[in-house]
């Protein structure tokens, strides 16, 4: 048995297949602890217009995407932290945690609907 070690997701693999709105939140966790690539932000800003009308809802995309999860604007700080937290735990045991890995993580233990699969 190999181990894949790299950053690369298994072949056929799509996180976002079928989870369009998943993309608005993996990058509002990233925006939140300042990881996000300016040019994605950039793509984000120009398509909130058509977030707003599938959402009918006005507000830039983060105020969107923290509607439609029900969190208020401290959820920010309150991300920030726990990213600072897993980080420094991953340190001492001699890892290192990627921001998407960070993500993917935050998103499975406290967005996804545990029964959605």
Known sequence: MTTNNTA????GFNRYAGKPFLVWVDSFILKAIDKLDPDMEAKL???TP???EAFSAQGSWEDIVMAQLD???QVRG????LWAENQARAADQGAVL???QFVEVF???N???PDAA
């Open 8 to 11: 690369e997701p298994p072949d």
């Open 45 to 47: 800003d120009n398509a």
């Open 50 to 52: 058509a977030l707003r």
């Open 71 to 73: 969190y208020t604007p």
């Open 78 to 81: 309150a991300i920030r932290d």
């Open 98 to 100: 990627t921001p998407m």
């Open 107 to 109: 998103v499975a233990e």
């Open 111 to 113: 967005i996804m609907d």
